[in-house]
């Protein structure tokens, strides 16, 4: 294929500084590898040419498309900014002192970095749990991308940093970085903010340094110039000053800023370089014009750039916008969708694999992998865990296993970490050995004689004999409470978004439990289920199963066929964000979602998640998909292949969502816990877990409440709520 218009243009143009803003599917991997091609078949140097990306796997790409274009480009170097940051390191800290470091220095990975954290702040006789450890980890990353790396830097940093910290608190962190540098640089070992702070460090402080590298480079080229932080812009600014600068990149796929990527970046280059040349690749060769036109339809809202993004291919299919009553029915009608279209032979051949299932939050995934799992649809969770073999869900499993069955050691051991309880290994020897091997009979002897083993062996107790008086997920909920289980998921989190998505797995779980409410044995049902979930006998080879993965995960890949699922409010966008006022990020991995699709697209959601409403996303509103949805309900039968499959009802009276439910839906509580509240439609309560709410219906016996704007669905039975 040959080089466009536009591409060709920027491709070919000599001016010093350019910057290619670069749509989804409009090739601009192709477009630096001819980049690279053609300032060689000019003359240039290969030698002097860097390629800079933020994956290896990009790099590894980006080489072996100019190879193929042309053979000379073989000795350009094309890696991560943290490879070259290496590459700059060995070649000049043999040539000049700086902190110390030797030019054969070791890199430090997570854990090393969290275990000399633990020892420095033991070392300072602070209490240390990860979560500390990572917050004055996070304090030593910001100084050095700050490049703040004397005591005097580091102090006037903090002191701005840190305005309303107590003097004890700024202090303490201080000593910890200067620790920190003496236990880690003095030992010739480096981090990974080092390996691009420490050279951007050098390039601005040493001049003579700068300048031999600067006639080093003749050509930089830097793939994804969106993603890129403070720290990475000044590094390449410097290294590029005086020579070529080719930057590509898209701010309106900038999805990265919860990790310090910063899409102003591109708009920096305008200031730094008066004379910046930009080109704009609009022509798309990855989705048909209609796929397109729902995606140049988010363009139109928010702060996106200004243009449309055009294709030659053909018209395609009309984009499908689907309304679900609950995950579990959009589940079943994805698997079920795909599994029909691949038996009869609707797609003239196609894989599993040309489906991609994409989802705001990992949470998501737990109701779109039973669907695929009852249906026998192959799937593999991309750059992800699988719900039920994420850390905090097998936790809880191994909870309630241990309570259907005290004899289970390994769930024990499982638990007595979860949270820690200060019971080492010696211990639990001691414990099984007095218990004839079993772990719950020896605990009665060593709660005599040990208070933390006395305390958790209560704890236990306390849990266990809840499991006859609360249905199911209610009970879930007190062991999640008793245990303190949710200050222990923060302590194993890296940072508040790890921790915030943890807590939603937590949610979806109990969620999930939900279901079993009203079955007999219940807990020993719900540990049957889950064993089935998890013991996954469909094939997961890469080549022939459906990709299910974040909408962050997605970025950069294309399927022939995507689902983009529960978009709802407070979904997508993330109520997270929407409370950070970063809706416009949100509307920008909306935007990449819909552009992974080469031929056909579905976007759906559902009306309620267990027993809240929810509302379809503003960005649906936005982008008109909620005005000409069909009355039918979806068909049972399977008549054809995607284009018989019609629009669901879209119903925005929170009295009509109620109706949905219906009388045969009604719950049916097993327990007959008595009820002697007397509440009427309009009356204010106060939830524990809710917040102040206004009744806004009551049927049979459950009572739909508005809690500030979200509708949720709450039994008479567990309605812990007072009148206000």
């Avoid at 080229?221 to 290294?239: G, H, M, S």
Wanted: overall charge neutral; charged content about 30%.
């Amino acid at each position: 294929m040959s080089l466009n218009s536009e591409q060709k243009q920027a491709v070919e143009s000599m001016e010093k500084k350019i910057l290619v803003i670069a749509g989804p599917g409009s090739g601009k991997t192709r477009v630096l590898a001819h980049r690279i091609s053609h300032i060689i078949s000019l003359g240039a140097n290969p030698e002097k040419i860097i390629a800079m990306s933020f994956t290896n796997k990009a790099g590894k790409e980006i080489a072996e498309r100019c190879i193929k274009v042309n053979k000379n480009s073989e000795k350009i170097f094309s890696g991560t900014f943290h490879s070259f940051g290496v590459h700059f390191l060995r070649k000049t800290l043999s040539q000049i002192d700086v902190k110390g470091i030797k030019s054969n220095f070791t890199i430090l990975d997570s854990d090393d970095i969290e275990n000399i954290g633990k020892r420095i702040l033991a070392s300072m006789n602070i209490q240390a749990d990860i979560k500390v450890v990572r917050k004055f980890l996070n304090y030593v990353e910001k100084s050095k991308e700050n490049l703040k790396f004397s005591g005097i830097e580091i102090e006037e940093f903090l002191n701005e940093k840190l305005k309303f910290a107590d003097r004890e608190e700024i202090n303490a962190i201080y000593q910890f970085i200067l620790e920190y540098q003496k236990k880690t640089w003095g030992a010739n070992l480096l981090d990974f903010t080092d390996l691009v702070a420490i050279p951007t460090f050098i390039l601005k402080k040493n001049l003579e340094i700068r300048e031999n590298w600067q006639k080093k480079i003749d050509h930089l080229l830097v793939d994804e110039w969106q993603d890129t932080n403070i720290l990475q812009y000044n590094f390449a600014k410097l290294l590029s000053e005086p020579n070529y600068f080719f930057a590509v990149g898209d701010p309106d796929q900038s999805i990265y800023s919860w990790r310090g990527a910063d899409p102003e970046n591109l708009f920096r280059l305008k200031q730094d370089f008066p004379n910046l040349i930009t080109y704009k690749l609009n022509q798309n060769y990855r989705s048909t014009k209609n796929i397109l036109k729902v995606a140049n339809s988010v363009l139109k809202v928010g702060s996106f750039e200004d243009r449309e993004l055009v294709c030659d291919n053909e018209n395609g299919k009309d984009p499908k916008f689907l309304e679900f009553d609950s995950p579990e029915e959009q589940s079943k009608f994805i698997a079920q969708t795909i599994k029909y279209a691949i038996q009869n032979g609707e797609l003239n051949g196609k894989k599993f694999s040309d489906f991609a299932v994409l989802y705001r939050t990992n949470a998501q995934s737990r109701s779109l992998e039973e669907g695929f799992l009852n249906s026998s649809v192959p799937y593999k969770v991309l750059k992800g865990t699988r719900f039920f073999d994420r850390r905090e869900i097998k936790d809880l499993i191994s909870y309630l296993k241990f309570f259907g069955n005290k004899l289970d050691n390994l769930s024990f051991e499982r638990i007595v970490k979860a949270p820690t309880r200060g019971i080492g290994p010696k211990t639990l020897q001691e414990i099984a050995f007095a218990g004839d091997g079993v772990y719950s009979k020896g605990l009665e002897k060593f709660a005599k004689e040990n208070e933390k083993i006395k305390k958790f062996k209560n704890e236990l107790d306390k849990i266990e004999s809840l499991i006859s008086d609360l249905l199911l997920s209610e009970f879930i909920r007190e062991l999640v409470k008793i245990t303190g289980f949710e200050d222990y998921v923060e302590e194993i989190s890296d940072g508040k978004l790890e921790f915030e998505s943890r807590k939603e797995n937590i949610e979806e779980f109990v969620k999930f439990a939900e279901n079993f409410n009203e079955v007999s044995n219940s807990l020993q049902v719900f540990l049957e289920k889950i064993s089935l979930l998890t013991t996954d006998d469909t094939d997961e080879n890469d080549n022939n199963s459906v990709k299910l993965m974040s909408l962050h995960a997605s970025k950069g890949l294309e399927f022939k066929y995507v689902f983009l699922v529960g978009v709802n409010e407070g979904i997508l966008p993330h109520e997270r964000s929407i409370n950070e006022g970063n809706v416009d990020e949100e509307r920008r991995l909306f935007f990449v979602g819909i552009t992974r699709a080469k031929e056909e697209l579905f976007i759906t959601w559902v009306r309620r998640s267990s027993f809240s409403f929810l509302q379809p996303s503003r960005f649906l509103t936005e982008i008109g998909a909620l005005e000409n949805l069909s009355e039918n309900i979806l068909e049972e039968t399977r008549g054809g292949y995607f284009d018989k499959f019609r629009g669901l009802k879209n119903s925005n009276s929170d009295q009509d969502r109620m109706s949905l439910i219906g009388e045969n839906n009604e719950m049916k509580n097993s327990k007959n816990i008595s009820f002697d509240k007397d509440f009427s439609i309009n009356d204010w309560i106060e939830h524990p877990q809710f917040g102040k709410g206004q009744i806004t219906d009551i049927s049979g016996n459950k009572f739909a409440i508005n809690f500030s704007g979200k509708i949720k669905i709450l039994a008479k039975e567990f309605l812990k709520v007072k009148k206000i």
